[in-house]
C-alpha cells in the first residue's frame, strides 16, 4: 500500500469518513492522550452522537486505515505508555469515563504498540528503517 497524505490530530470523524481514509489511503495520525483533554469536555461540545466516533481507533482499523499514533510533546507528555493505557481502559484519574471514553473504539495493546512503532515509520516513508525490529531493515544511527 502507497500513501502520500495523513490527516493529523483525526480525531473526531464521522462515519462516513472511514470508508474515504479507506478509499484514499489516508493515514489517522492520532495522539492518544488527547483522549484525556477531549474526552472532559468535547460531547458536551459536538453532542452524543456526534462524539460517537471520537478516537475511534478500532473503526479506523476495521475499515483497513493505518493509525500512526504519536504523543504530540510538548504539548501533552512525551511519555508513550500513558497512551498505551488509554488504549483499552481509562486511567484511573480519568474519573469522568471509567470504562474508556467511547468503549466500542477500544484495541489491543499489540494494535496499539504497532501504531506507536510501525505506524508512525510508515506515515514518514521510514519503514524500511525503524518501527519493527525486522531482519533487512537497515538503521540508519
Ligand atoms: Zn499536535
Known amino acids: 500500500m502507497t500513501s502520500a497524505l495523513a490527516i493529523e490530530h483525526a480525531q473526531h470523524m464521522a462515519l462516513k469518513d472511514f470508508d474515504r481514509f479507506a478509499k484514499l489511503h489516508v493515514i ?3 495522539q ?3 483522549a484525556i483533554d477531549d474526552g472532559r469536555w468535547a460531547e458536551k461540545r459536538l453532542g452524543h452522537d456526534r462524539a460517537r466516533y471520537s478516537y475511534a481507533w478500532r473503526s479506523f ?5 493505518t493509525l500512526a499514533f504519536g504523543t504530540d510533546w510538548p504539548v501533552a507528555p512525551l511519555n508513550p505508555v500513558l497512551g498505551l493505557t488509554l488504549r483499552s481502559r481509562a486511567p484511573h484519574w480519568m474519573a469522568k469515563n471509567p470504562d474508556g471514553w467511547i468503549p466500542e473504539e477500544k484495541i489491543t495493546l499489540p494494535e496499539a504498540v504497532g501504531a506507536y ?3 508512525s515509520a510508515f506515515a514518514e516513508f ?3 528503517e525503524k518501527g519493527s525490529i525486522t531482519p ?3 538503521p540508519t544511527w
Open 32 to 34: 492518544p492522550y488527547h
Open 28 to 30: 489517522a495520525s492520532m
Open 61 to 65: 482499523l476495521d475499515h483497513g486505515v
Open 136 to 138: 533487512g531493515n537497515s
Open 126 to 128: 521510514q519503514q524500511r
Open 117 to 119: 512503532t510501525m505506524g
